[in-house]
């Protein structure tokens, strides 16, 4: 039974415009929401993540919001850059023996020039 | 600080036969998951370790085993591989908080 769900699996995105990524998840008892960019070849990178006590958190071009009565969590990517092409991963996890990740199936992100 | 390094990054092995795979956390960090990454199924969780013991486990056939070693050092070993075992073979480690790191992988044919 998947507890993350990711959508949209794949997207395509002008050069400059807004990429949104969204995730839902079951388990009230998660308490850390990782985002993390994955390039052809390479392991996926953290890329931000954010806690249930804030609602959004922005780091640079990429924001998280997050919504803790819908169980929802998104990726904003602000002026999309090629560069940014690459696979993301949500994914969610709670606190002591709760700690393991669950992931999202991931969003393959093309951000055409 | 070095990061994570997994080993051999490439490999090429026939059905039937058995493969190691060898992966080196952060220093310092003492926890060391693996996972299996395969096109359009994502990460799948196999297994985590954390000093010596298996903490989790996730839904993979018994031919799927780890260990890891007093220096935090972990392996994973694969048994009568099959053709559906051909993917990237990721390992994390993670240290106090709830980030995990990811290795470059390891990339596994069985052919």
């Known amino acids: 039974q998947q507890q993350v769900k990711q959508s949209p699996q794949s997207l395509i995105v002008q050069k400059g415009g807004i990429s949104i990524i969204n995730c839902a998840y079951e388990n009230t008892a998660f308490d850390y929401f990782p985002w993390y960019q994955q390039f052809p070849g390479k392991g996926p990178a953290l890329l931000i993540a954010i806690r249930p006590d804030v609602s959004e958190k922005k780091e640079g071009r990429f924001t998280i919001s997050f919504n803790k009565s819908a169980k929802q969590f998104s990726l904003h990517i602000m002026d999309s850059q090629p560069g940014d092409s690459a696979t993301y991963f949500c994914?969610?996890?709670?606190?002591?023996?709760?700690?393991?990740?669950?992931w999202g199936l991931g969003t393959s992100l093309a951000v055409n020039p | 600080k070095a990061g994570v390094t997994q080993t051999p990054r490439y490999l090429i092995k026939t059905r039937g036969q058995q493969v190691t795979l060898s992966c080196s956390p952060i220093?310092?960090?003492?926890?060391v998951s693996w996972y299996q990454q395969t096109p359009g199924q994502g990460l799948q969780f196999l297994f985590e370790?954390?000093?010596?013991?298996?903490?989790n486990k996730g839904n993979f056939p018994g031919r799927f085993s780890g260990r890891q070693f007093s220096n935090s050092r972990s392996e994973m070993n694969v048994s009568t591989l099959e053709l559906g075992d051909s993917a990237l073979y990721l390992c994390a480690s993670r240290g106090s908080g709830n980030t995990i790191y990811f290795g470059e992988g390891s990339w596994l044919t069985v052919v």
């Open positions: 994914a969610a996890a709670g606190t002591g023996n709760n700690r393991k990740l669950i």
């Open positions: 220093s310092g960090h003492r926890s």
């Open positions: 370790y954390f000093s010596e013991t298996q903490r």
